[in-house]
Nanobody, 114 residues
Framework: QVHLQESGPGLVKPSQTLSLTCTVS??????????WSWIRQAPGKGLEWIGY???????YYSPALKSRASISRDTSKNQFTLQLTAVVHEDTAIYYC??????WGQGTQVTVSS
């Protein structure tokens, strides 16, 4: 049974860096063939894919966020982390970590506000 849990601050000031961690249990993030993603949903909008880190550690990002997003991992803790730099109000959203499509965390609300 794969379980994902997001953690991180719920409030970030504009221009700062948002950092969220996903802790995975029940499955190793280094297991061959799987990709671990971050997805977000802003108020009143659809899901937006941010990027992924693969089982081998390779990463890929949405072109829209590539300049600001970074995904890394700590295999010893079975965690992967999203950093989003220079946040603006439009980055306010519920952020989900997933092993798309079947396994999702519960989501964490992040608000960008001074």
């Amino acid at each position: 049974q794969v379980h994902l849990q997001e953690s991180g601050p719920g409030l970030v000031k504009p221009s700062q860096t948002l950092s969220l961690t996903c802790t995975v249990s029940g499955y190793s993030i280094t297991t061959n063939g799987y990709y671990w993603s971050w997805i977000r949903q802003a108020p009143g909008k659809g899901l937006e894919w941010i990027g992924y880190i693969s089982y081998s550690g390779s990463t890929y990002y949405s072109p829209a966020l590539k300049s600001r997003a970074s995904i890394s991992r700590d295999t010893s803790k079975n965690q992967f982390t999203l950093q989003l730099t220079a946040v603006v109000h439009e980055d306010t959203a519920i952020y989900y970590c997933t092993r798309y499509p079947a396994h999702w965390g519960q989501g964490t609300q992040v608000t960008v506000s001074s």
